[in-house]
């Protein structure tokens, strides 16, 4: 599985992205697919994950009811729309899939595939 990530860029705060995860090699409805970023000096962190039937969708704390993950099977794309950035949430931001059940979803280690990661950053 090739994972290929887009839609980074420069904002202010307030403003909205919508970052794009393409996949090749096996169709998205078949995979456990998320969102992680990794802030400056910091982790890579969880921020979403999207079921196989896209029935469940999951979110960290600090990004629900401002980030959304959604995917389009007939693109095998996965989505995350940021709305109300702010500053805080300045990352690379990757995507990862797994063909795998994960007990503990959140953790990094625990998915297969990742993206090359694109870079938001948030001004305030």
């Known amino acids: 599985v090739q994972l290929q990530a887009s839609g980074g860029g420069l904002v202010e705060a307030g403003a909205s992205l919508r970052l794009s995860c393409v996949g090749s090699?096996?169709?998205?409805?078949?995979?456990?697919m998320g969102w992680f970023r990794q802030p400056p000096g910091k982790e890579r962190e969880f921020v979403a994950h999207?079921?196989?039937?896209?029935?469940?969708?999951v979110y960290t704390d600090s990004v629900k009811g401002r980030f959304t993950i959604s995917r389009d099977v007939a693109e095998n794309t996965v989505y995350l729309q940021m709305n109300s950035l702010e500053p805080e949430d300045t990352a690379v931001y990757y995507c990862?899939?797994?063909?795998?059940?994960?007990?503990?979803?959140?953790?990094?280690?625990?998915?297969?595939?990742w993206g090359q990661g694109t870079l938001v950053t948030v001004s305030s």
């Open positions: 990862a899939a797994t063909p795998f059940g994960l007990r503990v979803p959140t953790a990094s280690v625990a998915w297969v595939h």
């Open positions: 090699g096996r169709t998205v409805s078949t995979l456990l």
């Open positions: 999207i079921s196989r039937d896209a029935g469940t969708t």
